[in-house]
């Protein structure tokens, strides 16, 4: 009997469990199956989303950390390359600075020759145009004395001329020209 009593008080606290459990959540078996398939929908839904969504974003982001990838590897290149060119455009740089600074030099020994040359010339220049000074004011000198000394002679004779008029003769008169000329020596129409 005791046994019979222990069945009927399990019973009875299952049954006031089952209430229990219906009360706090409300389950039934429309619930339930409610439950099972809106959990099977919603796997359906999960799987339809991870084909068609899921698997094409993650392929879409793949293929976007590619095209990263590359463009920073062709960037990496292309940065290798600009400085490459760059050592290449400073040393041509170098190269033309030298280059310059060649034609530079070799034009000022030019221009050093060139005016060595033209120094030059305008000496010989110059000496030409003293010596033909110095040429022709000697011969104005000589000219100026040939005048002064005809001046002089005619001068001379006509002085002479005068005093002397009567008694002299023409070699006396030229003996006279030349005695007064040594007196007056050659230092006198020379300078």
Same mark, same amino acid.
């Given at each position: 009997m005791s046994s019979i009593f222990a069945n009927q008080g399990i019973t009875a606290i299952l049954a006031?469990?089952?209430?229990?459990?219906?009360?706090?959540?409300? %389950?039934?078996? /429309?619930?339930?199956?409610?439950?099972?398939?809106? %959990?099977?929908?919603?796997l359906v839904l999960f799987a339809l989303l991870t084909y068609f969504l899921f698997n094409p974003a993650r392929a879409l982001i793949n293929?976007?950390?590619?095209?990263? +990838?590359?463009?920073?590897?062709?960037?990496?290149?292309?940065?290798?390359?600009?400085?490459?060119?760059?050592?290449?455009?400073?040393?041509?740089?170098?190269?033309?600075?030298? /280059?310059?600074?060649?034609?530079?030099?070799?034009?000022?020994?030019?221009?050093k020759k060139q005016e060595d040359t033209i120094v030059n010339e305008a000496k010989e220049e110059a000496g030409r145009i003293i010596k033909r000074a110095e040429s022709e004011a000697k011969q104005a000198k000589l000219k100026a004395q040939d005048e002064m000394?005809?001046?002089?002679?005619?001068?001379?004779?006509?002085?002479?001329?005068?005093?002397v008029k009567a008694s002299?003769?023409? +070699?006396? /008169?030229?003996?006279l020209v030349e005695t007064t000329l040594k007196e007056m020596g050659e230092d006198t129409w020379q300078n």
């Open positions: 006031e469990t089952e209430g229990v459990w219906k009360r706090i959540f409300g %389950l039934d078996a /429309q619930v339930l199956f409610d439950t099972c398939i809106t %959990l099977v929908s919603m293929k976007r950390k590619e095209l990263v +990838a590359n463009d920073m590897e062709a960037a990496r290149k292309e940065k290798e390359e600009a400085e490459a060119f760059k050592k290449e455009y400073d040393a041509k740089l170098k190269e033309v600075g030298a /280059q310059a600074n060649e034609i530079l030099s070799q034009t000022k020994k030019k221009a000394k005809q001046e002089i002679i005619s001068v001379a004779t006509l002085m002479a001329g005068k005093m002299m003769n023409e +070699a006396d /008169q030229n003996e």
